[in-house]
């Protein structure tokens, strides 16, 4: 409601300026072109995200400088804060990197993003730029007309650049007319009343234009031609900074947890950055004389003196934010809770966040799937053989653990199964649907997330095996047979085994011994399934239990070796080689 509302006073504040002052129109269209350049820089970096960025900015987290660092220059490149922003939120709410590390990335993009002004002053308003622009334009669209997808980022990047500067050339030749009209520099206001009323108009521009870059060469632009006053002007850039916000701020609105606390984070540096930069904005721009005069900027030369405020500011935010950056964290994480009921039926690393990169989307499944093992699966399993899943874990004797195990969990399996698994289940084979329709996977990729499904299949058929198996082993407890007895707890030591057995192999890092450990269960398993059960025979043939006792151990025998080679298969796949499916499969 309040992005419709915001909408709507834009156009109409628009359609009066366009009416009233029809020389207003040419610097509208030159800030409209430059934004349309920014959206086709951002579609044109998408393409490499698939790539060597992602990585960059996951390995980059690993120290908090690193993570501020590849910020900064990968902001600076791709020119599109809010595009880090999109990747650093896949890789949070994936559980690549956590909250802190992300921070780090996101207080690096907000020095990067001063390279607009950087670019724009040094570079858009010092020469003819759109006899650059025209052929970025042209053979950008070129290339954007093409098939392949590395082409088309290139087309969609050249032709960016060509948009930017070409709205940087109309909004010279806008404000070039405009200033025979209107002298907007009589409207100046000196004093911290000038900087407070210019500082908020700097917030609602930016709130319009839901852009810091396109509001920043635009006060640039102004004050190349002399409608604003550069003292003004400081206070403008400090206002664009803490617009942006809004931005981040409206995005984060229907976002999850990660989304949500990103954008207070963001909403917080910015705003704490702006205040500390009203309060010293006057010491601040005597550091930027002197600072000019060791660059050798000349003293007049206001626009590259705006551009080196603004990365001061943003850089003194930064250094002023790092000694509370854990205080931060840990109250981001207090102010945005996760459901508490979420860890029962939803997905814990599922959002709509990760399906921006292959990488992020493919790290998340294998995440969710290894939850739901982990929480749901191996839970029901053990319940349903009547074993504690501490005394599975344990170092304990497990011939002694089953019999001693003789009590009735009175587990329902079915109940459980749509308490904690269908639902998390069907998010899950979505997720992976989606991925393989709307991304661009390569052949690893394709068959990472293909294993994801055949893993998560393989579960839910372990669970309807075992809830056959959990009603005869519910029912033999009530008998009086002690032949049928042995034989369910030969059923459950196996099982038993296997499920210590794997939680060893996504325990501990002996990986190769149980490993092997596993593979030779699973021969077993299968040898086992292609003879019959020769102590079942025997029973028969000794009248000591019935034709249909004989009958349910021979289903659950079959069962058993079944949900072995199942449960190992799941193993195989969640804790085995895609430990390390997003190094492997994120690379085009």
Partial sequence: MLKKSIFITLLIVLGFGLYFNPNFKTISAGVAILLFGMIMLEEGFKVFTKGPLQNILK???????????????????????????????????????????????????????????????????????????????????????????????????????????LGIHYMKEGFDVFKEHIDLSEYAISGYLGVLIYTGLGIIITTILQSSSATLALILTALSFGQTEYENALALAIGANIGTTITAVLGAVSSNSAGKRLALAHFIFNVGT???????????????????????????????KLALFHTLFNVLGVLLMLPFLKVLERFLMRFFKEDPNKDIDEPKFLNPAVLEFSGSVISALVQESKYLFKNSVFEIVAHALNIHRDDIKSSKNIKTIVKKSKTDFKTDVEDLYYKKVKTIYGEIIKYASTAQSTLSLNSKQNKAVTEIKIANRKMVEIIKDVRELNKNITRVLDMDNKHLQSEYDSYRKKLTKVLRTIYRFRKTGDEKRYTNQLKELKEEAKSHARQSNKSIDKLIRKNLITAEMASSLFNDYTNVNDMIKKLIDVAELLYGKTDSLFEDTDIN
């Fill in 59 to 165: 390995r980059a987290t690993s120290k908090l400088y690193k993570g501020i660092t590849a910020g900064a220059v990968v902001t600076a490149l791709i020119q599109s804060s809010s595009l880090v922003s999109v990747i650093t939120i896949s890789f949070i709410s994936a559980g690549l990197i956590s909250l802190g590390e992300g921070l780090g990335l996101i207080f690096g993009a907000n020095i990067g993003t001063t390279a607009t002004a950087w670019l724009v002053a040094g570079f858009g308003l010092k020469i003819n730029i759109s006899a650059l622009a025209m052929p970025m334009l042209v053979f950008g669209i070129i290339f954007s007309f093409q098939k392949r997808a590395s082409l088309k980022g290139v087309g969609n990047v050249l032709a960016g650049l060509g948009f930017f500067f």
């Fill in 274 to 304: 702006g205040l500390v930069a009203i309060a010293l904005i006057f010491p601040l721009a005597r550091l930027v004389n002197n600072l000019s005069d060791l660059l050798q900027i000349a003293s007049t030369n206001y626009t590259l």
